[in-house]
DNA sequence: CATTATTTTCAATTATTTCCGAAAATTGAG
DNA sequence: CTCAATTTTCGGAAATAATTGAAAATAATG
């Protein structure tokens, strides 16, 4: 009886990093990546790189670049066990914040640059007197305004304590 | 004097065309799609598929392909101008309305699927006595609490009016 | 210092996505 | 119906991205 939920855990908890690493796909993460996320998230206890190299059959290079781009993002930590010299990595478990993670990467690689690009080319077409050189300018500002608006409220999402977003989104919601 | 002012225009253009095209890449769009895009939002007038192949250089196939998912995104309306056979395409120019579009869009291809892997995952795991498996299930349900409420977020924002937004937006960000 | 465990890098391979170009299908005009 | 204009499809080429596997670098141990 304990292998038989045992053995249920384990084939719901391989469907879910196998669907979720497929999904990583469509949010421009890599499978790998993803996987890899799925599957320490739901681990009982930090998993060295050879334990993930074995859990989902993956090279050590590949296992090794998706860890530490996933601790970089801020997703996982790299903890040690005194006595042990290998590192271990345990994931941010708690959903809130694994939203505002993603959020403020988000942010950082969608919108700045998109930011970047609109504010010069609203400025390059500042002096343009014809009438198509105005009404390109004056798209050029709205996109400005509108992605400016969107950094700002992408920061306050970012920094918002789980709290505070249930009590905004019950006004927004209800 | 007035050919300077064309010039001008058309180097900003071109500029705005490139980068646009070379973000879509970032975020989850292929180049095409995003410079077709650019190119139309910044267009006096709709224009057909064998113009958008010339101001792109790109092959007809790809025109075509492009042209029409960004019609099925609702990004572009195809019209027809009286006498003439060919279609043209123009683009939605409002940035809220884009942003709505996109918003919906990607609500429908990253959330709704997050939604039924993660309740999947919850049903499977619910009567899984093991403690391993209870926090399983609980991490499941957690993540599946999360996704519907960013499900209910995307819906309301999606049908938001530029002004309630903006209204909305003041309220979070004074 | 020499040895060994571990992490990091990287050139080569494989997989995936995008794009071309030409052929096939469709549509409207005469 | 016939013809020409236009749209659509599609197999394979080209470009891009992900992954491997093994070697190099680094760091702890005795």
Chains 1, 2 share one sequence.
């Not at 998993?47 to 601790?71: C, P, Q, W």
């Not at 970089?72 to 345990?90: D, H, N, Q, S, T």
């Not at 050189?133 to 608006?149: I, S």
Request: net charge neutral; with cysteine.
């Amino acid at each position: 009886m304990k292998l038989k939920a045992d053995d249920r855990l384990e084939q719901a908890r391989e469907e879910f990093i196998a669907q979720w690493g497929a999904m990583g796909t469509q949010w421009g993460i890599n499978r790998t990546m993803a996987q890899i996320h799925a599957l320490l998230m739901t681990a009982a206890e930090p998993m060295s790189t050879d334990e993930v190299m074995e859990a989902l059959e993956i090279s050590r290079g590949n296992a090794h670049a998706n860890l530490k781009e996933l601790v970089a993002w801020g997703l996982l930590r790299a903890v040690v066990r005194k006595g042990e010299r290998r590192e271990y990595f345990e994931a941010e478990k708690d959903v809130w914040r694994i939203f505002t993670v993603v959020a403020r990467e988000r942010k950082r690689r969608e919108i700045d640059p998109a930011l970047e690009v609109v504010r010069k080319c609203a400025e390059e077409s500042r002096e343009i007197a014809t009438p198509e050189g105005r009404a390109f300018h004056e798209q050029m500002r709205q996109l400005e305004e509108f992605v400016v608006f969107a950094s700002r409220m992408a920061d306050r999402v970012a920094m918002m304590k789980h709290g505070f977003a249930i009590q905004m989104a019950a006004k927004l919601l209800g």
